[in-house]
């Protein structure tokens, strides 16, 4: 369905199809018709879409860099289409087409064009299991889609599935073929359920800028162990065992990783360039459970700059130009036939000539210029790199290409030069075929197309540098300002990719690799302790014992071997301080053990399987003594672990002595008597014992022994407890010597006291029986009752009254 809008003068029309909502991941055609005054006589010279003006000046979509790929214009007579695929969240826009003829001012925009609308899918939870993949957008018919659950691919196929009423998973859907725009997960019960959120899934940046990766992520059982960015799409690595990016030799000093307490992480990559375009994934552990990788991630898309022409003014006018968006306040650096002019406007006014040629960098960025443009035609002077940045394997060989035109054409001289070479003028650099640095290894060949390439071969890690091009044409010279490629060369490295720990061995599965994505197209060679394995591709499966060396370098490049890689040695374990260990001071055990991949530290404490630490340092900041026993340092990377045992025995002064007398009680003269000191203390403390009143006396030993005591012992004794750490007295303990007669006087006294008390008691227990036979109902009668006669009714129950009376005493 078209809707015809008139606009302008009569005869000028665009007609649009309707408005498009679509989801992520889809393709999109949108259609026009245009009609124009005196088509008889005149004819259309240019036709195109756009959504963007900058600076009144149209910026067409077949030239920017974000649809390169993904974007096809066609046009039969006077219908025109545009067709996007693969469509984004930042495709979503108002999209129109203009023309222009041969006419005077025969150019025209149709409004109000064609609005893209661009949704995500969803989830909806229907009930406590039912969940549906939903979009606010009309679907393509019959299709078909693909369920997540944690992150992990989940078997269905349908657009409603029956899935776990449990609090902690969460569930995802895409459209089949469109996996890399998937929904948000949601959680099917509650909002605390294990769940990956990422805040933007189509990211791009500007070559040679920074850009950041974001996500909120949730576990449900809230003690996450783990935690990594990763790249998904990176050849040759496992998609079970994802490398963390701030190993991966790739990102090398340009990954930043920050995390909030709110759960949010953000990946921040600098200097980006197209080898860092592609799929980005987060995930987590926390105890058991791991967040899948099935489940698609942000893509990053990294473009390079643009001058955009335009001359329908007196001046042409040119655009620095990118179809990412700029920081705010940008400021641009340009240059002509590679010489920097004095301009930093993103838009300039070119006062040139058809010999000229202009290229345009950010500011702070000049590494990563744009493609040199001519103004008028295509013969300008211009040197075009084909790769700015280049990445090359030590030992290898590497080539440098651009492509170059003169204006005149008489091309006089032309070479390769190091830009960035200490000592070396900018107004006069060397030819690198008569560079000492490079004898033997540069060739360079050229193209009869006005092709150049610089070949190098044995590259090593100080060839890594700025090259450029330059050429001279009669009295002109191509600049040397422009920023020519960038050449880094990396060692071979290898990387353990799965191991299982063994007894007495270790099986790995290793991995050659470099930072450069050539290195995955070449071939290599295997070596363990110095000989040759019959391995030549990029990976070796073994056994890995203790003192392996394992290495590899490049088929016919064996001179260039990667560093090795081993299992730990066994550590070495230091105290500090040395010496003795004393109470309350600090105290720090090292542990270090010479491993590649780095070990990892755990301190444990023997007895005590519950006490361990992580890390090379086990610090004590005030030792104690329950600090003292047998600690033992493992270093363990993925290719084994060795122990290391060390004893910490902590030293401390006496503590106040205990005195002890035997026999305790008495002391009489002539009896053996020993007196015995103990104090607990580090190392053993020695002992005095001293006599108050009598400095004279000493006695060395924790026992002072009286084999036949005398009265003139008697007096007040106490010991001393020393080490080289202090020294403690004891409390004073008296010692009474009596003799045996006044002992003896004692114990008769006593018998005697004893003797006269039992009278005393045997009298006292006869009067208590006595009182007790007396009848109690006689207790309180007067005198005179007591002779008068007893009634007879009451005689025999007064007797039998006694009687009980009677018993009753005898038992007691």
């Not at 050849?235 to 759960?263: A, E, H, I, K, M």
């Not at 005398?710 to 009596?738: D, K, M, P, T, W």
Request: with cysteine; charged share 20%.
């Amino acid at each position: 369905m078209l809707a015809a809008v008139v606009q302008g003068q009569k005869g000028w029309k665009v007609t649009y199809s309707s408005d498009v909502c679509v989801s992520e991941g889809s393709t999109v055609e949108m259609r026009c018709t245009y009609t124009y005054p005196d088509p008889q006589h005149s004819r259309v010279e240019d036709k195109f879409w756009f959504t963007r003006v900058e600076g009144y000046r149209y910026v067409e979509l077949r030239k920017a860099s974000v649809f390169a790929g993904r974007l096809q214009e066609s046009c039969n007579r006077n219908s025109c289409s545009l067709r996007i695929t693969d469509v984004r969240q930042s495709d979503a826009d108002v999209y129109y087409f203009r023309f222009s003829t041969n006419q005077y001012k025969g150019r025209f925009t149709g409004e109000p064009g064609v609005t893209l609308s661009v949704k995500d899918l969803q989830v909806e939870v229907q009930n406590s299991n039912k969940l549906q993949c939903f979009s606010s957008c009309r679907l393509p018919d019959h299709s078909s889609f693909i369920w997540y659950k944690n992150g992990h691919k989940i078997y269905g196929n349908q657009k409603v599935i029956y899935g776990s009423s449990s609090s902690a998973d969460s569930y995802s859907c895409a459209l089949s073929g469109r996996e890399d725009f998937p929904s948000a997960s949601v959680c099917v019960s509650g909002q605390t359920c294990n769940k990956l959120i990422y805040t933007d899934r189509s990211i791009c940046a500007v070559k040679g800028s920074s850009v950041e990766i974001s996500c909120t992520y949730n576990s449900h059982s809230g003690s996450i162990t783990s935690k990594f960015w990763f790249r998904s799409d990176r050849s040759g690595q496992s998609p079970s065992q994802p490398q963390d990016l701030r190993t991966d030799v790739q990102f090398t000093g340009r990954v930043q990783v920050n995390y909030t307490t709110r759960r949010r992480s953000t990946l921040r990559i600098s200097d980006v360039t197209e080898t860092d375009s592609g799929q980005y994934g987060f995930t987590f552990r926390a105890g058991g459970f791991e967040w899948g990788r099935s489940l698609s991630g942000p893509s990053l898309t990294v473009t390079d700059l643009q001058v955009l022409v335009w001359t329908y003014s007196t001046w042409p006018k040119l655009q620095c130009f990118s179809s990412c968006r700029l920081p705010d306040h940008s400021s641009f650096i340009w240059y002509k036939n590679g010489d920097k002019m004095n301009e930093n406007q993103k838009e300039i006014s070119a006062y040139s000539t058809s010999a000229d040629s202009y290229s345009c960098a950010l500011s702070g960025r000049e590494d990563f210029p744009s493609a040199s443009v001519c103004v008028y035609g295509e013969t300008c002077n211009k040197v075009i790199y084909t790769d700015r940045s280049i990445c090359a394997v030590k030992g290898s060989s590497v080539e440098i290409s651009c492509t170059y035109n003169s204006h005149s054409g008489s091309i006089t001289s032309e070479f390769w030069f190091r830009s960035d070479r200490s000592g070396q003028s900018p107004s006069q650099p060397q030819d690198l075929r008569t560079d000492v640095q490079f004898t033997g290894r540069v060739q360079v060949l050229e193209a009869a197309t006005g092709g150049s390439t610089l070949r190098i071969s044995d590259v090593t890690e100080t060839d890594s540098g700025q090259y450029g091009f330059t050429f001279r044409a009669g009295g002109f010279e191509w600049g040397r300002s422009l920023s020519g490629p960038s050449l880094t060369v990396t060692v071979l490295q290898v990387q353990v990719i799965t191991s299982t720990l063994q007894d007495s061995y270790t099986d790995a599965q290793l991995r050659c690799l470099s930072s450069c994505s050539s290195a995955a197209r070449l071939s290599y060679v295997w070596f363990k302790n110095g000989h040759q394995v019959l391995m030549e591709d990029g990976s070796y499966r073994g056994r890995v014992h203790p003192g392996d060396a394992i290495v590899c370098a490049l088929k016919g490049r064996e001179n260039f071997k990667s560093a090795s890689v081993y299992a730990p040695d066994v550590p070495s374990v230091s105290v500090v301080p040395s010496g003795d260990i004393l109470e309350n001071s600090p105290v720090t055990l090292n542990c270090s053990s010479d491993a590649n991949p780095a070990a990892n530290y755990t301190w444990y404490r023997d007895s005590h399987p519950e006490s361990t630490h992580e890390g090379p340092q086990l610090v004590f900041s005030s030792i104690q003594l329950n600090h003292s026993g047998l600690y033992v340092c493992a270093a363990v990377n993925e290719l084994g672990k060795r122990n290391k045992f060390v004893s910490l025995d902590v030293k401390y002064a006496p503590d106040v002595p205990s005195v002890s007398v035997v026999p305790s009680g008495d002391i009489l003269e002539n009896s053996p008597v020993t007196l015995t000191c103990s104090s607990d203390a580090n190392p053993a403390a020695n002992y005095t014992w001293y006599r108050d009143s009598h400095p004279e006396f000493t006695h060395e030993g924790p026992q002072l022994v009286f084999s036949s005591i005398q009265l003139n012992h008697s007096g007040h004794f106490y010991c001393e407890a020393e080490n080289q750490l202090g020294r403690r007295r004891s409390e004073f303990v008296s010692i009474n010597v009596e003799r045996k007669s006044v002992m003896i006087m004692k114990i008769t006294r006593l018998t005697l006291v004893v003797l006269m008390l039992i009278p005393v008691f045997v009298l006292s227990l006869w009067t208590r029986k006595k009182t007790a036979l007396i009848p109690r109902s006689e207790w309180n009668k007067p005198a005179e009752t007591l002779e008068s006669e007893p009634l007879p009714d009451y005689e025999n129950m007064t007797a039998a009254q006694t009687d009980d009376t009677e018993e009753q005493d005898d038992l007691v």
